[in-house]
């Protein structure tokens, strides 16, 4: 009978992390290096609404998986 193979539960957080910090580097870079000339609403949607998004979904994942 073939074995189940164990996944790491936190590589979904691990993944999602790096996307994250490469987003909000992004949009900071974008910020100085045009000196300020981003539109509000994209810095707000990178820097606030991302990372929430991605805390709510990856603590639903997590709870889910019990």
Not at 14 to 31: E, N, P, R, S, T
Request: charged content about 10%; hydrophobic content about 60%; glycine content about 10%.
């Amino acid at each position: 009978m073939p074995e189940a193979v164990k996944r790491n539960r936190l590589m979904p957080w691990g993944i999602g992390l790096v996307i994250i910090l490469l987003a909000v580097g992004y949009a900071g870079w974008a910020i100085f290096s045009n000196g300020c000339d981003v539109p509000v609403a994209t810095v707000g949607l990178v820097l606030v609404v991302m990372p929430a998004v991605y805390l709510v979904l990856m603590s639903m994942t997590l709870t889910s998986q019990e």
